[in-house]
């Protein structure tokens, strides 16, 4: 028989992704029965839709504008039933489901998240931190979870007792190193919040059933608070808070949901609907794992802060679902800024890294000059753009900037014309030195045939510009700007001791597919009016390295990316490596998803193939590469960032 195909959710989970869920239901205060099956509704929906953790709402089975009817019988009997009634109804559902109810311990009440899988409830995690001022006043019905001294608690129909505390870890089968802990509401807002000793103790996810008040400008604090909280437990944290279903005597809820991963926002719901709201995202948990393993302050927080755990595992269960969706925000250019961001503010101060780093270099080498190789291509003007504000940071006058445009065998006439083009209209002098004589005498001096266009043909004409940099460098008493980028530092596109070797390498932080978009950026905003046009051609040209001679109509002959292959998919590829250390099956997995209809599987392999050999091979490159400014959160510097044996032999794409 042939093999059993497995479901997109065994795909996306086999990748160490893990669905979740953060509902607001519609809720009938006081009505634990009517909410435990719209609950239970919502919670087979979810479930069949690939959720493995679905959180609700703090004291969701009751509503938690409850008052004092907390303390009656009637409603305490009712929320216990109801709870018994959602895992008789949540049976067969392979998801973990977080309820919310109060719940009585040791004759003391508690406001309690219930863990419920299987038809049976797991474990009970009470409050630590009641709110007690201003609208809240929960310590009129609850008691806080340190007057706990119970482990395990009789429950129903429950024969075992029940693990409750706030020490308890969840951990799901499906997918490993997949551990949850559990916080309520106000917890989250106080000095040191649970959350911290719950993540260093292995919880790579964090829920919170709450149900915090709207009032003006909260919602953007309390955004803020589940961000920076999933920031410093290098964590995700799941957020469901409790909806306008609630009394409405003195104050609104607004069933404010998120999912937040490491800092980042992966959904967040709207707000004030009387309906159930939902916001689901998929958690890439190998990337939160590998950020812990990074992080030395994460790894050397002692253990001994942190109270001894219980751990629990949840038995598998499989999702038979064919939604291949990743519900998580996947850009095909992840060093591109996000189209909703300030696109001036992110640029400027891209533009004033760079220029502060090359400023101070300039300041502290008392440079004369800033020498630069202009080519009229995307690398070498950005450098120029980034050149003339850092003299300016540095007080020295733009006449101390020489641009030098080196013509040889590949050079066409719209780069060279461009590079002309650009420094009369920015007021630099550019210089004009044919290398073409220089290198037919190198070919001549170590018998290379000059119609043999191989590595020495091509490496010549770079060292050959490098050496003119440098020598004019010291003539002027300057130095020389570096115009290669961490896309080329990536793949070793540049030749040895050629366009790989500068006196300050300004790019060294900036991918290709960025710095097209800066080009882009200064040809609409600071340099329109100086150099717009210029610059949308540059931005428009092909890649090349204009190494190999022309063919006879004048056309280009050789073209970086159908050597190499497209920038946009290696620059992909090395952020995804870098940044979240995935490995090749998932790169390719996540690639095949953000170039849907532009790239083919097959295709993608094939560069994927190409980027980890390249990569691999030409650390040598970057070992020996000059200093240059970190940009972004990925960055090659051997001193800093990356260090890797210019002799690893093994396999980087396993």
Same mark, same amino acid.
């Given at each position: 028989?042939?093999?059993?195909?497995?479901?997109? @959710?065994?795909?996306?989970?086999?990748?160490?992704?893990?669905?979740?869920?953060?509902?607001?239901?519609?809720?009938?205060?006081?009505?634990?029965?009517?909410?435990?099956?719209?609950? @239970?509704?919502?919670?087979?929906?979810?479930?069949?839709?690939?959720?493995?953790?679905?959180?609700?709402?703090?004291?969701?089975?009751?509503?938690?504008?409850?008052?004092?009817?907390?303390?009656?019988?009637?409603?305490?009997?009712?929320?216990?039933?109801?709870?018994?009634?959602?895992?008789?109804?949540?049976?067969?559902? @392979?998801?973990?489901?977080?309820?919310?109810?109060?719940?009585?311990?040791?004759?003391?009440?508690?406001?309690?998240?219930?863990?419920?899988?299987?038809?049976?409830?797991?474990?009970?995690?009470?409050?630590?931190?009641?709110?007690?001022?201003?609208?809240?006043?929960?310590?009129?019905?609850?008691?806080?979870?340190?007057?706990?001294?119970?482990?395990?608690?009789?429950?129903?129909?429950?024969?075992?007792?029940?693990?409750?505390?706030?020490?308890?870890?969840?951990?799901?089968?499906?997918?490993?190193?997949?551990?949850?802990?559990?916080?309520?509401?106000?917890?989250?807002?106080?000095?040191?919040?649970?959350?911290?000793?719950?993540?260093?103790?292995?919880?790579?996810?964090?829920?919170?059933?709450?149900?915090?008040?709207?009032?003006?400008?909260?919602? @953007?604090?309390?955004?803020?608070?589940?961000?920076?909280?999933?920031?410093?437990?290098?964590?995700?944290?799941?957020?469901?808070?409790?909806?306008?279903?609630?009394?409405?005597?003195?104050?609104?809820?607004?069933?404010?949901?998120?999912?937040?991963?490491?800092?980042?926002?992966?959904?967040?719901?709207?707000?004030?609907?009387?309906?159930?709201e939902v916001v689901i995202a998929d958690?890439?948990?190998?990337?939160?794992?590998?950020?812990?393993?990074?992080?030395?302050?994460?790894?050397?927080?002692?253990?001994?802060?942190?109270?001894?755990?219980?751990?629990?595992?949840?038995?598998?269960?499989?999702?038979?679902? #064919?939604?291949?969706?990743?519900?998580?925000?996947?850009?095909?250019?992840?060093?591109?800024?996000?189209?909703?961001?300030?696109?001036?503010?992110?640029?400027?101060?891209?533009?004033?890294?760079?220029?502060?780093?090359?400023?101070?270099?300039?300041?502290?080498?008392?440079?004369?000059?800033?020498?630069?190789?202009?080519?009229?291509?995307?690398?070498?003007?950005?450098?120029?753009?980034?050149?003339?504000?850092?003299?300016?940071?540095?007080?020295?006058?733009?006449? #101390?900037?020489?641009?030098?445009?080196?013509?040889?065998?590949?050079?066409?006439?719209?780069?060279?014309?461009?590079?002309?083009?650009?420094?009369?209209? +920015?007021?630099?002098?550019?210089?004009?030195?044919?290398?073409?004589?220089?290198?037919?005498?190198?070919?001549?001096?170590?018998?290379?045939?000059?119609?043999?266009?191989?590595?020495?043909?091509?490496?010549?004409?770079?060292?050959?510009?490098?050496?003119?940099?440098?020598?004019?460098?010291?003539?002027?008493?300057?130095?020389?700007?570096?115009?290669?980028?961490?896309?080329?530092?990536?793949?070793?596109?540049?030749?040895?001791?050629?366009?790989?070797?500068?006196?300050?390498?300004?790019?060294?932080?900036?991918?290709?597919?960025?710095?097209?978009?800066?080009?882009?950026?200064?040809?609409?905003?600071?340099?329109?009016?100086?150099?717009?046009?210029?610059?949308?051609?540059?931005?428009?040209?092909?890649?090349?390295?204009? +190494?190999?001679?022309?063919?006879?109509?004048?056309?280009?002959?050789?073209?970086?990316?159908?050597?190499?292959?497209?920038?946009?998919?290696?620059?992909?590829?090395?952020?995804?490596? +870098?940044?979240?250390?995935?490995?090749?099956?998932?790169?390719?997995?996540?690639?095949?998803?953000?170039?849907?209809?532009?790239?083919?599987?097959?295709?993608?392999?094939?560069? +994927?193939?190409?980027?980890?050999?390249?990569?691999?091979?030409?650390?040598?490159?970057?070992?020996?590469?000059?200093?240059?400014? #970190?940009?972004?959160?990925?960055?090659?510097?051997?001193?800093?960032?990356?260090?890797?044996?210019?002799?690893?032999s093994g396999d980087l794409s396993l």
């Amino acid at each position: 028989m042939p093999a059993r195909q497995p479901s997109a @959710a065994e795909i996306r989970e086999s990748h160490g992704f893990v669905r979740v869920a953060a509902v607001s239901p519609e809720l009938v205060l006081g009505h634990p029965g009517k909410n435990a099956v719209i609950m @239970a509704k919502e919670a087979a929906r979810l479930a069949s839709e690939g959720c493995r953790v679905i959180v609700f709402p703090e004291l969701s089975l009751t509503g938690y504008s409850c008052g004092d009817l907390f303390h009656t019988q009637a409603l305490q009997k009712q929320a216990l039933d109801a709870l018994m009634a959602f895992c008789d109804a949540t049976h067969d559902l @392979a998801a973990v489901c977080i309820v919310g109810l109060p719940i009585e311990i040791e004759n003391r009440l508690y406001n309690a998240a219930a863990v419920v899988f299987g038809g049976t409830v797991h474990g009970l995690v009470p409050k630590s931190f009641l709110p007690n001022s201003a609208e809240f006043y929960e310590r009129r019905w609850f008691s806080p979870a340190g007057t706990l001294a119970a482990t395990t608690t009789r429950l129903g129909d429950i024969a075992t007792g029940v693990p409750v505390g706030t020490d308890l870890l969840f951990s799901l089968w499906n997918a490993p190193r997949c551990t949850f802990g559990v916080e309520l509401c106000e917890d989250l807002w106080t000095v040191n919040p649970p959350s911290g000793q719950l993540a260093l103790a292995g919880a790579t996810i964090i829920v919170n059933p709450s149900a915090s008040t709207e009032l003006l400008g909260k919602a @953007a604090y309390r955004r803020s608070l589940v961000a920076q909280q999933s920031a410093r437990c290098l964590a995700a944290y799941v957020y469901a808070g409790a909806g306008p279903g609630e009394s409405s005597t003195d104050v609104i809820y607004s069933g404010h949901c998120m999912i937040a991963e490491n800092g980042g926002m992966l959904a967040e719901s709207k707000r004030f609907n009387f309906g159930t709201e939902v916001v689901i995202a998929d958690i890439d948990i190998e990337h939160l794992v590998h950020e812990r393993q990074r992080s030395a302050c994460f790894r050397d927080e002692p253990c001994l802060l942190v109270p001894r755990m219980r751990y629990f595992d949840f038995e598998g269960r499989e999702i038979k679902i #064919k939604d291949a969706t990743l519900r998580r925000p996947l850009t095909p250019h992840p060093f591109v800024p996000h189209a909703k961001a300030d696109r001036n503010a992110v640029c400027e101060e891209i533009f004033a890294i760079q220029s502060t780093a090359l400023a101070r270099r300039l300041r502290q080498t008392q440079s004369k000059t800033a020498v630069i190789g202009l080519s009229g291509g995307l690398d070498s003007t950005l450098a120029m753009l980034v050149m003339l504000d850092a003299v300016k940071r540095a007080k020295l006058p733009a006449c #101390k900037i020489l641009a030098v445009t080196m013509p040889g065998f590949g050079t066409t006439k719209r780069t060279r014309g461009n590079a002309e083009k650009l420094a009369e209209a +920015l007021g630099i002098e550019l210089r004009t030195i044919s290398i073409n004589d220089a290198v037919r005498q190198h070919f001549k001096d170590i018998g290379h045939a000059e119609s043999v266009h191989d590595a020495t043909y091509e490496n010549s004409q770079a060292r050959e510009r490098t050496q003119i940099l440098m020598d004019l460098a010291n003539k002027t008493g300057g130095i020389v700007v570096g115009t290669g980028d961490l896309s080329e530092a990536a793949l070793g596109w540049c030749t040895f001791n050629g366009d790989h070797m500068s006196m300050y390498h300004v790019n060294a932080g900036v991918p290709k597919t960025l710095v097209r978009y800066l080009i882009e950026w200064c040809a609409e905003g600071p340099f329109a009016a100086k150099a717009g046009d210029i610059l949308r051609d540059i931005a428009d040209t092909p890649i090349t390295p204009e +190494l190999l001679p022309l063919n006879d109509d004048k056309s280009l002959k050789q073209k970086t990316e159908d050597t190499i292959g497209p920038y946009e998919l290696h620059d992909f590829f090395l952020f995804h490596f +870098l940044r979240h250390g995935s490995e090749a099956a998932k790169i390719k997995w996540l690639a095949e998803i953000a170039f849907k209809g532009r790239h083919k599987p097959a295709v993608i392999a094939k560069w +994927l193939a190409i980027f980890f050999k390249r990569f691999a091979q030409n650390q040598f490159k970057r070992s020996s590469m000059p200093d240059g400014p #970190k940009v972004g959160t990925v960055a090659l510097s051997p001193r800093g960032d990356w260090r890797m044996p210019s002799d690893f032999s093994g396999d980087l794409s396993l």
